[in-house]
C-alpha cells in the first residue's frame, strides 16, 4: 500500500485557500491529483507521495516506460561528443544557465541524471559532484566522468557549508517531497557570491494554458500533462518568489522549448501519438530557468 500525505493547507504559504488543478485518472503515476494555492499560486500534488516511496519510484527511473524508445544513452553520448569539442563562448550558448559562473571551482549537479549538466562544467574545469537515486544512471554517469557522486537524496549528503560555486538543478525541484528543505540546503553548501540554476517546466507557458481552457470549454478537469510524478509545479512568477522568499538574489529568468529538431523526435521509436504530441510541445517554450546567487 502506498503511502501519501494529504494536504489541508499550502505546503509553502500554509493557506487554506487551495482549489482543485488536475487529475490523473488513469493512475499513470505515483500521484492522483493536483491543488492550486490561490494565495501564493503553487501547483503542488495532493495528495502527495511520501519521500520513500517517491525514492523506490525513481531508483529505476531511467528504465521506465517514460524513456522506452528514446535510446537515451546513445544519445548521451552523442551529446558528450560534441560538447567537448564546443569552445567556452559555445558551451555557454548552448547551456546558458552556466554562462554566470565565473569562478571555476567546485560544481554540484543535484539529480544529475545521466550528467548532460556534468559534461558541460566538465569542458569548463569544474571539479565534479552530484547526487542521484537511479541505479542505472549511477552507472552510466561513473563510466563516463570523474566525478564525486553521491546516492541518495539531497539532504542525506551531508556536504560542507559554503563549499559549492555553482549548482545544477535541472529538473529535479519539481520531484521533491519537501521543497523548503530543499531551497534551505542548495542555499547552505552554496558559496557565498555562488551561483545556482535551476531549470523546471514553466506552468505559466502557453501550452498549458491552451490545455486548461479546452478541457473548461469540455467542462472536464484538466489531465495531468507535464508528468505525473511532479510534486511541485511553479509559474514564472511562484518560482520567483519561492526562491526569493528563501534569500536568494535572481541573476535572470527565462523560457526555453525541449531543444529537439522534428527529425530527431522522428528518430524515436515510440508510437506516432507520442511523436506528434511532443512534435507540438517542441513549438512551445514549455521549461524554465532560472539563475540565482547567494
Known amino acids: 500500500q502506498q503511502l501519501m500525505k494529504l494536504f489541508k493547507s499550502c505546503p ?15 493512475r499513470k503515476g505515483p500521484h492522483i491529483s493536483r491543488t492550486k494555492c490561490l494565495d501564493c499560486k503553487l501547483i503542488f500534488a495532493n495528495p502527495m507521495a511520501e519521500s520513500k516511496e517517491l525514492e523506490k519510484y525513481y531508483k529505476n527511473y531511467t528504465n521506465s516506460d517514460k524513456y522506452n524508445g528514446f535510446d537515451i544513452e546513445n544519445l548521451h553520448l552523442k551529446l558528450f561528443n560534441k560538447i567537448s569539442n ?16 565565473d569562478q571555476i571551482g567546485n560544481f554540484l549537479d543535484v539529480g544529475c541524471g545521466l550528467g548532460l549538466g556534468l559534461s558541460y ?15 542505472n544512471a549511477i552507472k552510466f554517469v561513473r563510466n563516463n566522468f570523474n566525478a564525486n557522486i553521491f546516492e541518495g537524496l539531497l539532504d542525506e549528503a551531508n556536504y560542507e557549508s559554503n563549499f559549492f ?9 519539481e520531484h521533491v ?31 498549458y494554458k491552451i490545455h486548461k481552457v479546452v478541457s473548461h470549454l469540455q467542462f472536464k478537469v484538466p489531465d495531468i500533462i507535464d508528468g505525473v510524478e511532479h510534486t511541485f509545479l511553479f509559474s514564472k512568477n511562484t518560482l520567483r518568489k519561492v526562491c526569493e522568499d528563501h534569500e536568494f538574489e535572481i541573476i535572470d529568468q527565462f523560457s526555453e522549448k525541449i531543444g529537439e529538431s522534428f527529425f530527431q523526435i522522428f528518430k524515436y521509436n515510440i508510437p506516432f501519438s507520442k511523436k506528434i504530441k511532443r512534435l507540438i510541445q517542441s513549438f512551445f517554450n514549455i521549461n524554465q530557468w532560472i539563475i540565482l546567487k547567494k
Open 121 to 135: 562544467a566538465e569542458n569548463l574545469g569544474y571539479k565534479l559532484y552530484a547526487t542521484e537515486l537511479d541505479k
Open 12 to 26: 509553502i504559504c500554509n493557506s487554506e485557500n487551495l482549489i482543485g488543478d488536475a487529475i490523473d485518472l488513469l
Open 86 to 101: 564546443y569552445d567556452k563562448i559555445m558551451i555557454f550558448k548552448k547551456a546558458k544557465y552556466m554562462s554566470y559562473g
Open 165 to 173: 560555486d555553482f549548482i545544477h538543478v535541472s529538473h529535479v525541484i
Open 177 to 207: 517531497s519537501d521543497l523548503n528543505l530543499f531551497l534551505n540546503e542548495l542555499r547552505r553548501i552554496l558559496k557565498p557570491n555562488g551561483f545556482l540554476s535551476i531549470g523546471t517546466p514553466d506552468i505559466s507557458s502557453n501550452l
